[in-house]
């Protein structure tokens, strides 16, 4: 059974938990093993490197020398999320073509007791070693219940197909990786120009206009082909056009109803798993409709457990309980 | 400009302006990435420096892929941005803010942690849209999707020596 090294990444465990969760449940079916990385940290995202820049190597470096530890006969280090790829992936390129970067690296991680060799490790994104290691003949012949009338509009967002240091997607703006996966489930792939389009990533943190924009014309996009759902292989892209989906409506009064699902979701219910294990259900814009087309009941939507605030004094926001922020406090 | 890994091409700019016309979030940028490189050339760093392009950039590459002179557009724009924060040229700036808050995550946690980065951000920068982001949170909230307390990495101690390090290393430079 072929082995892997895994990085979750922080947003896998929570926001995009149903990509974590239909991942592990088809590595069986697909005969693959994902073993995690041991106590691995952030991989910063796109912030840590913005105030931080060596310190931001550093600790992509940490990730690296652990997971160059892990014997478990393999070198290959698999991330599902583009940007925890990303970083693994960047910090590996840099170390491996600028040698004071490596030898600078090398001297944070000699702090914490660990080295990290560039290029003993290769970092590939999930949807790369799904598509090239398993292959389209084996997903297809796992196919138990075929998509078959289900819409998809695959989506990349950037950071898997851009700027892909070892020429793996082929394509920067027009790759195929994801809907040849999608056709091998059975259903059919429409047009998406878009696909390769920014979600805003952060965006939505800084400068509200600006990322709905960009949300609105992907959702768009896919509502105009008439998608019935999206499928993502990213969890910041899931979150913007799931979550803030919602949001954008409200900010441009608009109706759009485009579910955003994981890739790896789809490739669950092809192959028989139950819908609730492989986390649908937890999307905001319900993918209900659509799991009925191919003959799926949706498991029945998580309701708010929290009633409301109720409405607030103005000036004093309290609509979220504070976190508990040791030796932070507001 | 040197800080930026590998070898960044800036100076092989030819002033083309793929770059802008790539960006997706270009049209709020106060100079597009070609602007901003032809300032940078005549050196007015202060102008440089207090630009929000780069805290507009969302990394998508687009530019770093289509530039015909392989300029490393978006690792350009990292190292600008932490050129305008040492030099403290980036107020009322809620793209530095979120960098610094998520940084705190991840230098104190080990891991990055949405419900504290959300709230203590929004607090800090767009109070009043904290009641309207309400019923998202509670949407993560109930749907599992959001933790309410931060998790911890068992070795944190191991990271705060490596990036301690890193940072005397920078600040060496």
Redesign the interface.
């Known amino acids: 059974m072929p082995k892997y090294i895994f990085y979750p990444g922080?947003?896998m465990?929570?926001?995009?938990?149903p990509y974590l969760d239909s991942t592990l449940a088809i590595q069986e079916t697909l005969g693959i093993q994902l073993e995690e990385v041991p106590?691995?940290?952030?991989c910063?995202?796109?912030?840590?490197?913005?105030?931080?820049?060596?310190?931001s190597?550093?600790?992509v470096?940490?990730n690296l020398a652990l997971a160059a530890k892990q014997t478990n006969g393999t070198r290959t280090l698999v991330a599902g999320c583009s940007a925890c790829y990303l970083n693994l992936a960047k910090t590996d390129?840099?170390m491996r073509?600028?040698a004071q970067?490596a030898d600078?690296?090398n001297?944070?991680?000699?702090?914490?007791?660990?080295q990290y060799q560039a290029g003993s490790v290769t970092v590939r994104h999930l949807l790369d070693v799904l598509i090239n290691d398993i292959g389209l003949d084996r997903i297809r012949s796992k196919v138990v219940r075929p998509l078959k009338g289900l819409r998809v509009a695959a989506y990349y967002g950037?950071?898997v197909p851009?700027?892909?240091y070892d020429r793996r997607f082929h394509n920067?703006?027009y790759p195929n990786q994801l809907e040849q996966i999608i056709k091998a489930l059975g259903a059919t792939v429409i047009d998406f120009p878009l696909k390769t389009?920014?979600c805003?990533?952060?965006?939505t943190?800084?400068?509200?206009a600006?990322a709905y924009e960009?949300i609105r014309q992907l959702v768009h996009g896919a509502d105009q082909y008439q998608a019935d759902l999206m499928a993502s292989l990213c969890p910041m892209c899931q979150l913007n056009l799931d979550?803030?989906q919602?949001?954008m409506n409200k900010f441009f009064k608009t109706s759009y109803h485009v579910p955003t699902v994981f890739f790896t979701q789809l490739m669950g219910l092809a192959f028989g798993l139950d819908a609730k294990a492989l986390g649908f259900g937890?999307e905001?814009v319900s993918a209900a409709a659509a799991l009925a087309k191919i003959g799926v009941e949706a498991p029945p939507a998580?309701?708010?457990?929290?009633p409301?605030?109720a409405k607030?004094p103005r000036?004093k926001?309290?609509?979220?309980?504070?976190?508990?922020?040791?030796?932070?406090e507001? | 400009m040197a800080?930026t890994?590998?070898d960044s091409r800036l100076e092989m700019c030819i002033q083309c302006g793929t770059c802008g016309g790539s960006c997706?979030?270009g049209a709020?940028m106060d100079h597009t990435p070609r602007a901003l490189f032809a300032l940078i050339r005549a050196d007015l760093r202060r102008e440089v420096l207090r630009s929000n392009t780069?805290?507009?950039c969302?990394?998508?590459?687009?530019c770093?892929?289509r530039c015909p002179q392989e300029v490393h557009i978006?690792d350009l724009m990292?190292?600008l941005?932490?050129l305008a924060?040492r030099a403290k040229l980036y107020e009322e700036n809620?793209?530095?803010g979120?960098?610094?808050t998520?940084?705190?995550?991840?230098e104190?946690f080990?891991?990055?942690?949405?419900?504290?980065l959300?709230?203590?951000?929004?607090?800090r920068h767009r109070?009043?849209?904290?009641?309207g982001?309400?019923?998202?949170?509670?949407?993560?909230?109930?749907?599992?999707?959001?933790?309410?307390?931060?998790?911890r990495?068992?070795?944190l101690d191991?990271?705060q020596?490596?990036?301690?390090?890193?940072?005397q290393?920078?600040e060496a430079v």
């Open positions: 922080c947003s465990e929570r926001s995009a938990r106590d691995w940290n952030c910063g995202a796109t912030e840590y490197a913005a105030s931080h820049l060596l310190p190597y550093a600790l470096g940490r390129h840099y073509h600028d970067l600078r690296v001297t944070a991680l000699t702090a914490g007791g660990l950037c950071q851009r700027p892909d920067h703006e389009h920014c805003g990533g952060h965006m943190q800084i400068s509200e600006t960009m979550a803030y919602v949001e937890k905001f998580e309701v708010d457990q929290v409301p605030p607030l000036g926001p309290s609509g979220l309980p504070m976190p508990r922020m040791p030796g932070q507001e | 800080a890994p590998g997706p979030s709020d780069p805290w507009y969302v990394s998508c590459y687009y770093t892929v978006t990292y190292t941005k932490n924060i809620p793209a530095a979120l960098a610094e998520f940084t705190d995550q991840v104190n080990g891991r990055s942690f949405e419900f504290g959300a709230t203590r951000h929004n607090l109070p009043f849209s904290l009641p982001l309400a019923p998202l949170g509670l949407g993560l909230l109930s749907k599992g999707r959001m933790d309410l307390t931060p998790r990495i068992q070795n191991q990271l020596r490596i990036l301690a390090r890193a940072k290393l920078e």
